[in-house]
Structures are given as structure tokens and as C-alpha cells.
């Protein structure tokens, strides 16, 4: 009886065992069977796209600096707001600079009065120059005279010699005239030229007393503010930026980075959609207006910026928006065609 029992469980392990197998095999069979997809081959048109991201940007945007360091008093425009060129956007405390305009007309009044002591100095040399060639004049008149009188016998020997005496003075007299007013000449110049400074010095700090007059260079919309009122501004090197202008927000473009793979496919005038994350469902159309040279290298990759036209006629698109651009660069119709999953294999 004990060996029936013995032989029954033998019987059970061996078929357990090959139920084991069995299912071990099929399942293996099953999982590693071969399954296909398949794809209809068709007739129709295809096109090769190139696409790249990009940031919207207006065509032209302005930075207004100040040229001239102080105190920013007040502030006429603020984000969004639309600007005329010309038109007074902030102001700069103007006290100090005022100040400055008044010293440099005050020196230029000085000036001017110096150059006039210098002048009239010169006419009164002018004229004692002319006093001193009269006199001269008459000396040598009466050095001649007593000359023939000597000669004649007429007059003494010592009469001549004053008369020599006070020729010889009359023409040192006139020697000095003459040098004396070619120190006056000099001193004219020269006041002359204290006053060109000082209106140079004056003019300059009238330009800078202008300059407190921060004003919209272009038309456009301010769409960056840097500065409060109460700030201080200053100016050294590089002209701090108070307020960044768009000049026409209805006519941005895309700067999208295009791989060095596809860049030799594109041109200038060819036509380009794109989408914002904004408005996911909208389509924007472009066309290409230039494919910049210098190459852009981030971690080992080369890419090309290409400038996208985008008109924005309702103003729906922002400056620094991210753009998702897709550009045909090449289409064929009525060809056969297949998914370009079908040509690849796993």
C-alpha cells in the first residue's frame, strides 16, 4: 500500500512538470511572436518642412538714455503707453544744470566786457601813436631847419644837438607806441578768444540743461520702464536706459534658430506659418526677410538666426512671445506616397 502512494505522487510530480513546460513554452511563443503594422500606401501631395522655435520682436526697438547724471523729478509715461517722437516722456531735475547755465552766461558777459577794455585800449594807443608821429613830423622839421641854419652860420652848434636830441626822443616815443599796441592787438585776441570759449562752455551747458528733457525718439509704445521718480540716473560710460520703445507693434518678426542642417534650404521671400502658445489654434503667415550670417554655438551646436515677418494688425501678438515656426521648404503633388514610420524598423 505504501508503495501505490509512492507511485501515485510520482505520477502527479512528472505531470506537473510537463504542464509546466508546456505553458513556459507557449507563453514564450506567444510573447515573442512577429507583429506587423501596416501602412496604405497613397497617392497625393507631400512636403519637406523645416521647424524651429524663434521669440517675437518688434522690427525696431528704441533704448532712451539719459546722456546727463541727477535726479529723475518727474515721469510722463509708463508701460504700454503710445508715444510721437519728440514727445516729453520724463524729466530730470534741472536745478543744478540751470545753475550751470547761468555761471557760463555770466562768464561770457565777462568776457566780453575784457574784450572790449581790450579794444579800447588799442584806439587810445591808436590815437597816441598818431599824437607821437605828429611830433615826430615836426622834430625832424626843426632838425632840417636848424641844420641849414648851422651851416650858415646862423645858430649855434647846441641848438642843433637839442634838436637832434629831441628827434631821436620822439622817435623812441613812437617805437613804443607801436610795440605797445601790438601788446594791445595780442590782448584783443586773446579776450576774443575767452569769449569763444565761454560760448562754447555756455552753449555745452545749455545742451546739458536740454538734456533734462527726456524725449521719445521714434513713435511707438513704451514697453519697458527702468526708472521712478526720485531715482538718480548716472550717466558715465554707457548711457543708463530708462525706457525701451516698440516702434510699430503691428509689424514684428520671429528671430527663430534654425540647425546648420537645414539652413542651406531656406531664402530670403520664401512663405512661413507659425503658432503661439497665446492662441495654439491660430495660424500666423510670414515669409522670410534674411538669414543671418554669424552663427549662434550653444554646447557644439550651430544654428542660424532667421528673421520671420509677422504682421500683427490686431495686436494679438507680444514682444518675447515663443513662436513655433514651420517652414515648406520643398512640395511635390500627386505622388506615392507612405507614413515615414513604414520605413523604419524595431
Known amino acids: 500500500m ?11 510530480a512528472v505531470l506537473a512538470a510537463v504542464a509546466a513546460t508546456w505553458y513556459w513554452y507557449g507563453q514564450r511563443n506567444a510573447s515573442g511572436e512577429v507583429k506587423y503594422r ?10 519637406a518642412v523645416v521647424v524651429a522655435s524663434g521669440t517675437l520682436n ?22 504700454n503707453t503710445p ?60 632838425l632840417e631847419r636848424k641844420k641849414s641854419l648851422v651851416e650858415k652860420n646862423y645858430l649855434s652848434p647846441a641848438e642843433l644837438d637839442r634838436a ?28 576774443q578768444a575767452a569769449v569763444k570759449q565761454r ?31 526720485g531715482q538718480t540716473v548716472a550717466a558715465s560710460l554707457q548711457a543708463p536706459v530708462l525706457f525701451t520703445i516698440a516702434k ?17 534650404r531656406l531664402r530670403v521671400g520664401q512663405a512661413a506659418t507659425f503658432t503661439v502658445d497665446a492662441f495654439p489654434r491660430r495660424n500666423f503667415a510670414g ?8 552663427p549662434q554655438t550653444v554646447q557644439n551646436v550651430v544654428s542660424y538666426v532667421v528673421v520671420i515677418s509677422a504682421a500683427n494688425a490686431d495686436l494679438s501678438l507680444l514682444p518675447g512671445m515663443t513662436a513655433n515656426v514651420r517652414v515648406v521648404v520643398d512640395s511635390r503633388g500627386n505622388v506615392l506616397k507612405v507614413a515615414n514610420a513604414a520605413l523604419r524598423f524595431r
Open 2 to 12: 505504501k508503495i501505490g502512494w509512492t507511485r501515485l505522487g510520482v505520477v502527479i
Open 38 to 47: 501596416f501602412g496604405k500606401v497613397e497617392r497625393g501631395p507631400i512636403q
Open 58 to 79: 518688434a522690427v525696431t526697438t528704441v533704448q532712451v538714455g539719459s546722456q546727463i547724471s541727477g535726479q529723475v523729478k518727474e515721469i510722463f509715461a509708463d508701460f
Open 83 to 142: 508715444v510721437k517722437k519728440d514727445q516729453v516722456i520724463a524729466r530730470i531735475d534741472p536745478a543744478t544744470f540751470e545753475l550751470s547755465v547761468n555761471r557760463a552766461r555770466a562768464d561770457l558777459d565777462a568776457a566780453n566786457s575784457a574784450v572790449a577794455v581790450a579794444r579800447s585800449a588799442h584806439t587810445a594807443q591808436q590815437a597816441e601813436l598818431g599824437r607821437v608821429r605828429v611830433q615826430l613830423a615836426d622834430a625832424l622839421r626843426d
Open 164 to 191: 637832434r636830441t629831441l628827434y631821436d626822443a620822439t622817435r623812441e616815443q613812437q617805437k613804443a607806441v607801436e610795440a605797445q599796441i601790438q601788446v594791445n592787438l595780442s590782448q584783443v585776441d586773446s579776450a
Open 199 to 229: 560760448q562754447a562752455l555756455l552753449q555745452q551747458a545749455q545742451v546739458d540743461l536740454e538734456r533734462t528733457v527726456i524725449r521719445a525718439p521714434v513713435d511707438g509704445t513704451v514697453i519697458l520702464r527702468n526708472i521712478d521718480a
Open 248 to 264: 510699430d507693434l503691428r509689424d514684428m518678426q520671429v528671430e527663430a534658430a534654425i540647425d546648420e542642417a537645414d539652413v542651406g
Open 287 to 294: 515669409e522670410i526677410r534674411q538669414v543671418r550670417k554669424s
